[in-house]
């Protein structure tokens, strides 16, 4: 079945950066569209960006563009969250998801997240 | 960006009894291409990932349980529950996924009365 494992999480200091990583198993990765959301604690879901299956096309949330890039690797089944300039408000569990499809902006599947806290 | 608005915040139900949850597009999300609303809703549960339940507005994830159904098209859309269980309280979010940036609705807790 869809497995998806995020990793990369942690307490990290405003401004600084993070790289947040998901490997995906139980379905051929390099077809499909992969999704970063996030949950800031209590509150409810925001996505953040999608990467088509080949890499090549790439969407981000206002909140994020400029200051994050997703990027993939399918050799590796992994896909990447580099977000910079950090800010208190970028804390939240970061969710790897799945597109249902090459480029598709449904989500179908999930991980179990990974808590980025942004505090000094 | 496409704005999703749910109604109600919170909704309290008894066992065995209808729920509905309204999601509301600030434009259209009805492709005149296809004819498909590109209107989604997932259930989340306490301490677990968020879990596709309709896509298109009405067709039913693979394994969901019938009593869910979805409705709707253009800007107004429902989420009904016909007879709630248990296991069904969890916080509903209605997500267009037309366009990007994808946006979801802010969420509706659902318990039981």
């Known amino acids: 079945q869809v497995q998806l494992v995020e990793s990369g999480g942690g307490v990290v200091q405003p401004g600084r950066s993070l790289r947040l990583s998901c490997t995906a198993s139980?379905?051929?990765?390099?077809?499909?569209?992969m999704h970063w959301v996030r949950q800031a604690p209590g509150k409810g879901l925001e996505w953040l960006t999608i990467?088509?299956?080949?890499?090549?096309?790439?969407h981000y949330a206002n909140s994020v563009k400029g200051r994050s890039t997703i990027s993939r690797d399918n050799s590796r089944k992994t896909v990447y969250l580099e977000m910079n300039t950090l800010r208190a408000e970028d804390t939240a569990l970061y969710y790897c998801a799945r597109g249902r499809g090459s480029g598709s902006f449904l989500v179908d599947s999930w991980g179990q997240g990974t808590l980025v806290t942004v505090s000094s | 960006d496409i704005v999703m608005t749910q109604s109600p915040d919170s909704l309290a139900v008894s066992l065995g009894e209808r729920a509905t949850i309204n999601c509301k597009s600030s434009q259209t999300v009805l492709s005149s291409s296809n004819n498909k609303n590109f209107l989604a809703w997932y259930q989340q549960k306490p301490g677990q990932p968020p879990k596709l339940l309709i896509y298109w507005a009405s067709t039913r994830e693979s394994g969901v349980p019938d009593r869910f159904s979805g409705s709707g098209s253009g800007t107004d859309f429902t989420l009904a529950i016909s007879s709630l269980q248990a296991e069904d309280v969890a916080v509903y979010y209605c997500q267009q996924y037309y366009n990007a940036p994808i946006t979801f609705g802010q969420g509706t807790r659902l318990e039981i009365k």
């Open positions: 139980g379905f051929m990765f390099s077809s499909y569209a």
């Open positions: 990467i088509s299956n080949d890499g090549t096309t790439k």
